[in-house]
């Protein structure tokens, strides 16, 4: 995940190759999440919740890797990594004896083996996992690596082999539907014009009256340096008077690309600024607990 970053000779990235839109999606509990649609992955909750607009302010580790996934989609991602050791199992895989036991008509949870491939043919969206215990994977994998005393291997065939003798149960579901482009009411980042405060990559602490609260960042593992959150929020404050008829997308997109054409100085003039990818803004944007969404139809 490291290799989206500029190399410095000598600290070991000259040897990486990576898609520069590469993140690093993991189960976060306790997030929130501002009208996303993760029906796909997720529905039949109980009280028949939506999950096709679905919001909520304490996450599991199972919708919020949903929405996370969702989100990124919807900003144009194109590479997908997941750690096992930081995924939410039940979202990752339901082995056969699960199945046995309980029906898929019983269960809300559509687990991401079940779409990786076609979130790929139909979204051209790519996923890099790194499992020890989900040997499902063989069976929707194109290419299989071994990491063999930190030497890499390929035992594709091998993989293929065992998953043609004990093959994973992969039931046919309904297509995945594309993520709307979401308005959201930037109006609610006003937040970010008070009192704030970047002390780490952890997040960014703002005031609501007498009391701080944290937008919590530490999940974002591919923001490297504290000069990305400080333009972060900058970014934040400068967004709180932005259009909010614009999509997330292009709104994003057009800062984007104005930080391209400018430099980070189209925000504010500052030293202490280091530039994050439009993924890791959407990623802070989307993790703000007073985001509201602005329903169109």
Partial sequence: ??????????????????????????????????????????????????T????????????SQAAAIMEYLELGGKCLLIDEDTAA???????????????????????????????FNRFDLSTMVVVGGAGDYFDIADTVLLLDNYNVVDVTQQAKEIAAQHPAVIPQLPPITA?????????????????????????????VGEEFHKLELSALE??????????????????????????????LTGIDEDITKHGLSCVKESDW??????????????RFRELRRILRR
Avoid: W
Wanted: charged share 25%; hydrophobic share 30%.
């Fill in 1 to 50: 995940s490291s290799g989206i970053n500029a190399e410095y000779g000598g600290d070991g990235r000259e040897y990486l190759v990576t898609t520069p839109s590469a993140t690093k999606i993991r189960a976060e509990d306790g997030r929130s999440i501002t009208g996303v649609d993760i029906s796909c992955f997720i529905n039949n909750l109980p009280q028949d919740r939506d």
């Fill in 52 to 63: 096709s607009v679905f919001s909520t302010s304490d996450a599991s580790g199972s919708t």
């Fill in 89 to 119: 199992t039940n979202f990752m895989i339901r082995d056969n004896k699960i199945q046995l036991l309980l029906p898929s008509s019983k269960e809300p949870i559509k687990p991401f083996l079940y779409r990786a491939t076609e979130l």
């Fill in 179 to 207: 993520p709307l482009p979401r308005h959201l009411d930037t109006r609610t980042l006003h937040r970010f014009t008070g009192k704030c405060k970047v002390t780490d990559l952890t997040g960014i602490t703002y005031s």
């Fill in 222 to 251: 591919q923001l490297i340096e504290t000069g990305q959150v400080r333009f972060i929020l900058e970014l934040l404050k400068k967004l709180s008077s932005s259009d909010s008829n614009k999509g997330l997308r292009d709104l």
């Fill in 273 to 286: 600024f280091c530039k994050p990818r439009l993924f890791e803004i959407g990623a802070a944007l989307n």
